[in-house]
Antibody, heavy 118, light 107 residues
Framework: QVQLQESGPGLVKPSQTLSLTCTVS??????????WSWIRQPAGKGLEWIGR???????NYNPSLKSRVTISVDTSKNQFSLKLSSVTAADTAVYYC??????????WGQGTLVTVSS | DIQLTQSPSFLSASVGDRVTITCRAS??????LAWYQQKPGKAPKLLIY???TLQSGVPSRFSGSGSGTEFTLTISSLQPEDFATYYC?????????FGQGTKVEIK
């Protein structure tokens, strides 16, 4: 059973960089034809797709965030990571990492709340 | 960008009711649509992919249909554990947009 777990600071100051890591267990991040994704959800609001990475390193980003987002993968650690620069209060949200198969997102992390505040 | 519009945004129903949620895409997406269920404080759960294929382990009272620009999620007989928020997501383009969600509440 594949499991994903987000980790990283729960509080980030405005203008700084948000950094999160997702650790995948129960399977190799390199096996299968999967993308590894980040999605976020502000409190009481809907889901926003941030971006994804394939194990080859190929990435796709939401154009609304593209200038500030970097997603990377470390296959040796079975992890992938999110960096979001120049954060503001609008970036406060629960951040989910997830596995994106051809038909949809079948495995999700539990989510981690990141608050942007001084 | 492909926009998804769900209707209704809120739905009040009783246990045993048949419930239908619609998701409309701003352009044709073939059958590249998934449905998710999200309960408070939890991650979304994949219910249906490829518009009509039930994800493993999902009860058969859930079904999906549609192609092109109009899709529906149907719950044939609403159960207490089905009160949640439902999202559609398009997978036709690399930008995997979600609908705004439909909250199903107890009447």
């Amino acid at each position: 059973q594949v499991q994903l777990q987000e980790s990283g600071p729960g509080l980030v100051k405005p203008s700084q960089t948000l950094s999160l890591t997702c650790t995948v267990s129960g399977g190799s991040i390199s096996s299968g034809s999967y993308y590894w994704s980040w999605i976020r959800q502000p409190a009481g609001k809907g889901l926003e797709w941030i971006g994804r990475i394939y194990t080859s390193g190929s990435t796709n980003y939401n154009p609304s965030l593209k200038s500030r987002v970097t997603i990377s993968v470390d296959t040796s650690k079975n992890q992938f990571s999110l960096k979001l620069s120049s954060v503001t209060a609008a970036d406060t949200a629960v951040y989910y990492c997830a596995r994106d198969k051809v038909g949809g997102i079948d495995y999700w992390g539990q989510g981690t709340l990141v608050t942007v505040s001084s | 960008d492909i926009q998804l519009t769900q209707s209704p945004s809120f739905l009040s129903a009783s246990v045993g009711d048949r419930v239908t949620i619609t998701c409309r895409a701003s352009q044709g997406i073939s059958s590249y649509l998934a449905w998710y269920q999200q309960k408070p404080g939890k991650a979304p759960k994949l219910l249906i992919y490829a518009a009509s294929t039930l994800q493993s382990g999902v009860p058969s009272r859930f079904s999906g249909s549609g192609s092109g620009t109009e899709f529906t999620l149907t719950i044939s007989s609403l159960q207490p554990e089905d009160f949640a928020t439902y999202y559609c997501q398009q997978l036709n383009s690399y930008l995997r947009t979600f609908g705004q969600g439909t909250k199903v509440e107890i009447k």
